[in-house]
């Protein structure tokens, strides 16, 4: 199926490379309230599905993590969700937003209904009333992906981490210790995520249910000729 199989080519496979050193830096981890916990955001996508009338949406949390089995310390927090925010009027304050929730081995999906004014920003309640699907977590040995009758398809689980950055070779030049040479050309660079992994949650959306996008905000710098898009951002809270 085509929804299908877009969300297996985005997410890729799991790396299970043996690590003698783990190493806990990089750039997903800066934020110092959140970094190394359950909420630490490593990266965010979203782009065209291999049906340009869909839409996929990608987080990826808690990177890096070792290859191998996953542990305790590297599992989706029932106290956390994961909110993408959508802006389809161009306020940059989220008109809908599509949240997961995980419960025991289940991802479970809420949204796509209009946003109460008191749940935009910090604050959030769940949308218990408007589920949209659910899918099993997927492990280190099986793939889950569910789809729904409307179209919308699910992922969650470890995989490998995309985030490419030769982070060795970051830290020579923030040292001083690679002046004045500095980074290396494209073909030299190592990819020190090559065999790690995250936690990823990966939705994709029919088009009709996001709304029609504003106006791209390029065209608030002079840009013309941009297509409409809309505003999206990713988002994790805790459970107060």
């Known amino acids: 199926m085509m929804n299908k199989t877009k969300i297996i080519a985005a997410i890729g496979g799991l790396s299970f490379a043996a690590l003698s050193v783990f190493l806990i830096a990089a750039d997903h981890i800066d934020a110092p309230a959140v970094a190394g916990t359950k909420v630490d955001i490593a990266d965010f996508y979203a782009f065209e599905g291999d049906n340009p009338n869909t839409t996929v949406f990608v987080a990826t949390i808690q990177g890096p993590l070792e290859p191998g089995t996953v542990t305790e310390n590297a599992v989706f927090d029932e106290d956390v969700i994961i909110e993408f925010n959508i802006d389809n009027t161009g306020d940059f304050v989220e008109d809908l937003v599509i949240q997961a929730v995980r419960r025991d081995s289940i991802m479970y ?12 920003g910090l604050s959030s309640n769940i949308y218990v009333n408007d589920g949209i699907g659910q899918v099993e977590i997927s492990t280190t040995e099986e793939t889950f992906i569910s789809t729904t009758t409307s179209g919308i398809s699910f992922f969650a689980g470890p995989r490998r981490d995309y985030f490419y950055f030769d982070f060795n070779r970051f830290n ?62 990713l988002s994790a809270k805790r459970k107060q």
């Open 109 to 120: 999906f809420f949204g796509l209904s209009e946003v109460e004014p008191e749940d935009t």
């Open 172 to 233: 020579e030049v923030a040292s001083g210790a690679a002046a004045p040479e500095g980074f290396f050309p494209p073909g030299q660079a190592t990819d020190f995520f090559e065999n790690l992994n995250v936690l990823a949650i990966i939705v994709e959306v029919p088009n009709f249910m996001l709304g029609e996008a504003p106006d791209h905000i390029g065209g608030s710098f002079g840009i013309s000729g941009l297509p409409r898009a809309h505003n999206v951002w």
